[in-house]
């Protein structure tokens, strides 16, 4: 057994980011993580045409800013690259294949007893800690729905967390169900390999390009969100008129004040809406019925067949499965009880981190308030 100040569980950007802020406090830690690498969502899994959404300025953790001479939008390599400059720089030395199997609080100690198991070796190490942070990501387990029919498909199902390049499906008719970001990248790249690509747009989206989302996120630093919510959507829709007549429709909402009550982010064009607007890539402004060998059934009464579903349907945590005692922060869906932006910090010394919805901004602002509230508590106990 091995006692420690803080036990961090993932080593994620969110776990790694809560590391350098740990150690700039000299506070004592460890990093388990379950796989052999850090950020291993962005090395094993993102797919190969990834760039980040948001503009660099925006996605750098805490004490080292992306420099100036960075690209505007960083390439999933060139992420992976500061990733690893990040780790050098603070000293981060993360646990790897530890897999957490359960974290309880005692509260006759007032710590927590955390057991992970060493796959490598096959044995299981206990930790006891002060502090337990959760950073395991809001993207830990893909989301497939219980869709009728669909054990009995006989083409091939993916979620898009294993998607990593189309070149396999050239030719082949491909249904894309998802129409957030990951979605509609995913399509543009099925239609750029020649496959035959339709998308399922169910619900009401904003769409923006990067650019413009950009300038949006400078304007919040003056200007209320009201406000930049009515000068993106005037832009957005001059740049892309309207796109009903293709089965898109705009929320009534804007886009950053969806984003801050609900976590919902803008469709952030990569060239998908040109397709859409070509007849390239064919939009179903439907809901799937039922899935009968390779046919899919929708409610718009449209029937086809595909030799290829791609599930863009988002993720779900799993901390809930290992953390026994999770109602001190989180809810029974694993995600934080509290409302932003009290949702970082729970009770008997559990903190969650990069569960807010806003991306790797959200990270960093999660990680330096983690670390100031427990470097406060050991200071002033």
């Not at 740990?22 to 460890?30: K, M, P």
């Not at 390239?280 to 402004?285: D, E, H, N």
């Amino acid at each position: 057994m091995e006692e420690v100040t803080v036990v961090i569980v993932g080593a994620g950007p969110s776990g790694l980011a809560i590391s350098a802020c740990l150690s700039y406090n000299s506070i004592s830690h460890i990093i388990l993580e379950k796989e052999d690498c850090s950020a291993s969502l962005w090395r094993k899994n993102a797919y190969d045409r990834v760039y980040l959404h948001l503009a660099s300025e925006f996605c750098c953790l805490p004490l080292m800013p992306h420099p100036p001479s960075a690209p505007t939008f960083l390439s999933k390599a060139d992420f992976i690259q500061y990733i690893d400059t990040y780790i050098a720089r603070f000293n981060i030395n993360p646990l790897y294949c530890h897999l957490v199997q359960s974290a309880v609080y005692d509260e006759v100690g007032n710590k927590w007893r955390v057991e992970a198991k060493n796959t490598q070796e096959g044995t299981v190490e206990v930790y006891v800690a002060k502090f337990l942070v959760i950073a395991t990501g809001e993207n830990s387990e893909g989301y497939i729905p219980d869709v009728p029919g669909l054990g009995s498909f006989e083409g091939e199902t993916v979620h898009s967390k294993y998607y990593k390049s189309c070149s396999k499906y050239e030719s082949k008719e491909v249904l894309v169900v998802g129409c957030g970001n990951s979605g509609m990248e995913i399509a543009y790249d099925l239609h750029e390999w020649g496959a035959s690509t339709s998308i399922v747009i169910r619900n009401p989206v904003h769409v923006l390009t990067k650019e413009l989302t950009h300038q949006g996120m400078r304007m919040l630093k003056h200007l209320s969100v009201h406000v930049v919510d009515i000068i993106v959507t005037f832009l957005s829709n001059m740049k892309y008129g309207d796109l009903s007549k293709y089965g898109i429709y705009r929320p009534k909402k804007g886009l950053f004040y969806l984003k801050s009550v609900a976590g919902r982010s803008p469709v952030l064009d990569v060239g998908t809406i040109e397709k859409i607007k070509e007849g390239a890539i064919k939009v179903i402004p439907s809901h799937i019925v039922r899935i009968e060998n390779k046919k899919v059934m929708f409610g718009n009464n449209v029937e086809k067949e595909f030799d290829v579903i791609v599930f863009a349907t988002g993720y779900r945590s799993v901390a809930n499965t290992w953390l026994k005692d999770y109602k001190y922060a989180l809810n029974d869906e694993g995600l934080p009880k509290n409302d932003f932006p009290s949702h970082w910090k729970g009770d008997c010394g559990l903190y969650c981190a990069g569960l807010s919805r806003r991306g790797l901004f959200g990270v960093k602002m999660d990680a330096e308030d983690i670390a100031d509230d427990i470097n406060q508590t050991l200071t002033f106990p």
